[in-house]
């Protein structure tokens, strides 16, 4: 099973800053996956393969990275973008998760 | 508009069943993969199973093999997985979950499922 590590586990940035959140995993894999989750809501695609941003997704948001190391990117955070952030990969079954980045506004 | 409707869910005591259902429409059902994700309470979200469009091909994480069955009904646009043996592990809410290149792309509102005596 392919393990994705993410960090940090919990991010604080005021508005205006720039984020970024890592994703490792244990073997490489061709591409990540991130989804976007707010408290009491489902997931949302947010990056695929990579660097593309899903539907909607604001070009604020950018991801990067190959092999076992990816990230995503938030050049100037937005109130609306605190959330949780999740990778995730298609590589090998099971199809796995990171663990989360809770981003929270400061 | 997709939409993605999870039922089913429920307090159930260990070594119980419980069958989950995820009406489907604004899309041809029969067309996608759909897929089964779960998250623990306070949790991250753990891939569960997924069926082919035809539903001819199923595929599930080993924790669950052997308990759950993922199936669908491609005349009714519903989705479902049979939970047998259920652990309090199990315990989680339930998601169903299209697939797209954007990877799992709409969600259900997910549906609770709790383990316990």
């Known amino acids: 099973e392919i393990v994705l590590t993410q960090s940090p586990t919990t991010i604080t940035a005021s508005p205006g800053e720039k984020v970024t959140i890592t994703c490792r995993a244990s073997?490489?894999?061709?591409?990540v996956y991130w989804y976007q989750q707010k408290p009491g809501a489902s997931p949302k695609p947010w990056i695929y393969d990579t660097s593309k941003l899903a539907s909607g997704v604001p070009n604020r948001f950018s991801g990067s990275g190959s092999g076992t190391s990816y990230s995503l990117t938030i050049n100037t955070m937005e109130t609306e973008d605190a959330a949780t952030y999740y990778c995730q990969q298609w590589s090998s079954t099971p199809w796995t998760f990171g663990g989360g980045t809770q981003l929270e506004l400061k | 508009e997709v939409q993605l409707v999870e039922s089913g869910g429920g307090l159930v005591q260990p070594g119980g069943s419980l069958k989950l259902s995820c009406a489907a429409s604004g899309f041809t059902f029969s067309n996608y993969v759909i897929h089964w994700i779960r998250q623990a309470p306070t949790k991250g979200l753990e891939w569960v199973a997924s069926i082919s469009p035809s539903g001819g091909s199923t595929y599930s994480r080993d924790s669950v093999k052997g308990r759950f069955t993922i199936s669908r009904d491609n005349t009714k646009s519903t989705l479902y997985v049979q939970m047998d043996s259920l652990r309090s592990e199990d315990t989680a809410t339930y998601y169903c979950s299209t697939h797209s290149s954007y990877g799992f792309d709409y969600w259900g509102q997910g549906v609770m499922v709790t383990v316990s005596s």
């Open positions: 073997s490489s894999i061709n591409y």
